[in-house]
């Protein structure tokens, strides 16, 4: 009777996760959809704002490691003189052995220096709105609007077992991670909050992380 019930008890937590899943993500789609049509005039007036008073490129194209390790082109708009510049600190040769074992939680990415932010640049991370182009890996299934952040591939290579549970899951525009101050330059901790989101996902956390989301983001202004 006991493995009946643990049997039964399994049955409804798959059937749960899976219609938690479903739904989120036609409310991905259809939320996605929307802001795009509702926002498309300021898409195209940062569009012409950046490609008028910073030239081209107006948007950055990024590879990151999403759902299942699957890699996908990021979309944003432009924020740097020259986003393609990015020096990233990975193991050096002979490889260290406490790589073998994931990446350490003391990793952290440093950038080029002589790249810095450009003034429509800076007021677009301000607010976030150099994210308004994932709408469109949202829409395409790359992305969740709620979710761990997208990892960069030479990093993912190096997770171990345990890290790589936080790719169980589409990267988000915005997250657990992200709602706690917590970005790339602090992997450990980044770690430590994906894998929660991934084992607690709800839609109670979801609608918690967009509440905390926008008024961060009000707070801000």
């Known amino acids: 009777m006991g493995m009946l019930e643990t049997a039964k008890t399994r049955s409804n937590y798959f059937i749960h996760i899976n219609l938690y899943y479903f739904i989120k993500r036609l409310l991905d789609v259809v939320i996605s959809v929307v802001l795009v049509v509702v926002l498309s005039p300021l898409f195209l007036f940062v569009s012409y704002y950046i490609g008028k008073k910073e030239g081209k490129p107006i948007f950055n194209r990024e590879l990151r490691v999403g759902k ?3 890699t996908f082109m990021m979309l944003s708009f432009r924020t740097m003189t020259n986003a393609s510049r990015v020096i990233r600190q990975f193991p050096p040769v002979p490889f260290p052995s406490s790589w073998e074992r ?3 939680d003391f990793f952290k990415i440093t950038r080029d220096e002589h790249v810095t932010f450009t003034e429509t640049g800076l007021w677009l991370k301000k607010y976030h709105l150099d994210k308004l182009p994932q709408l469109l890996n949202v829409i395409k299934g790359d992305m969740s609007l709620v979710g761990p952040s997208p990892e ?12 790589l549970n936080r790719l169980k899951v589409r990267p988000g525009l915005t997250g657990y991670a992200q709602i706690k101050g917590i970005d790339n330059e602090r992997h450990g901790q980044k770690i430590i909050y994906d894998l929660y989101y991934t084992q607690n996902c709800s839609y109670k956390l979801d609608l918690k992380i967009v509440f905390r989301t926008f008024l961060q983001l009000y707070q801000k202004k």
């Not at 591939?153 to 171990?160: F, L, T, V």
């Open 68 to 70: 299942n390790n699957r």
């Open 102 to 104: 994931g990446v350490p």
């Open 152 to 163: 960069v591939p030479e990093i993912a290579d190096y997770y171990n077992k345990r890290q």
